[in-house]
T-cell receptor, first 115, second 110 residues
Framework: EAQVTQNPRYLITVTGKKLTVTCSQN?????MSWYRQDPGLGLRQIYY???????DKGDVPEGYKVSRKEKRNFPLILESPSPNQTSLYFC??????????????FGPGTRLTVT | EDKVVQSPLSLVVHEGDTVTLNCSYE??????LLWYKQEKKAPTFLFML????IEKKSGRLSSILDKKELFSILNITATQTGDSAIYLC??????????FGTGTLLAVQP
């Protein structure tokens, strides 16, 4: 089954404790991205990757890191989480950056709470 | 700055009603507009629109784009309780990223 998976689905952590949210897709998609969703602000892009070893900042990259060592995986790293990073996070992928393949597939989401 | 604005923010209707959701956009070098449905989980794709005036349909849902007036509408006819969700609109432009609106929360009451 074609899908985007994320782990963990729920996480409660404390300020400053490094964490990683994993994302994996099995569709051989080139383009992957991370979003956070907050009430009243909608989905905002954190980072994206056009292909392996190619990553770039989205609209709200501060406090986050990513890596793309393999095509299928795109982990999101919070080196020192803070309470303002409490949010619902989605990983998404699409075939490539061309207009014809702009349908994005979203992972199930990770609800992160930082206390 | 690119932006996508959806209206209304929320809507409550009864089963069988027809609803129209609105999406206006300002996206540099606009290429496409996408609609997603989000229930208590990840957004799922509904439509992608790239040309003005061509209606896309899927069952009771339909959508159309007006590139001159920079807006799109999503229509849902004969609404059902299963249509209750947040409907997201997103615009894609030159930067290869999608700009999302804040969504319209639709509640369909029996």
């Amino acid at each position: 089954e074609a899908q985007v998976t994320q782990n963990p689905r729920y996480l409660i952590t404390v300020t400053g404790k490094k964490l990683t949210v994993t994302c994996s897709q099995n569709m051989n998609h080139e383009y992957m991205s991370w979003y956070r969703q907050d009430p009243g602000l909608g989905l905002r892009q954190i980072y994206y990757s056009m292909n392996v070893e190619v990553t770039d900042k989205g609209d709200v990259p501060e406090g986050y890191k990513v890596s793309r060592k393999e095509k299928r995986n795109f982990p999101l790293i919070l080196e020192s989480p803070s309470p303002n990073q409490t949010s619902l996070y989605f990983c998404a992928s699409r075939r490539d950056s061309r207009i014809v393949s702009w349908e994005q597939y979203f992972g199930p989401g990770t609800r992160l709470t930082v206390t | 700055e690119d932006k996508v604005v959806q209206s209304p923010l929320s809507l409550v209707v009864h089963e069988g009603d027809t609803v129209t959701l609105n999406c206006s956009y300002e996206v540099t070098n606009f290429r496409s507009l996408l609609w997603y449905k989000q229930e208590k989980k990840a957004p799922t794709f509904l439509f992608m629109l790239t040309s003005s005036g061509i209606e896309k349909k899927s069952g009771r849902l339909s959508s159309i784009l007006d590139k001159k007036e920079l807006f799109s509408i999503l229509n849902i006819t004969a609404t059902q309780t299963g249509d209750s969700a947040i409907y997201l609109c997103a615009g894609g432009g030159a930067t290869n990223k999608l700009i999302f609106g804040t969504g319209t929360l639709l509640a369909v009451q029996p």
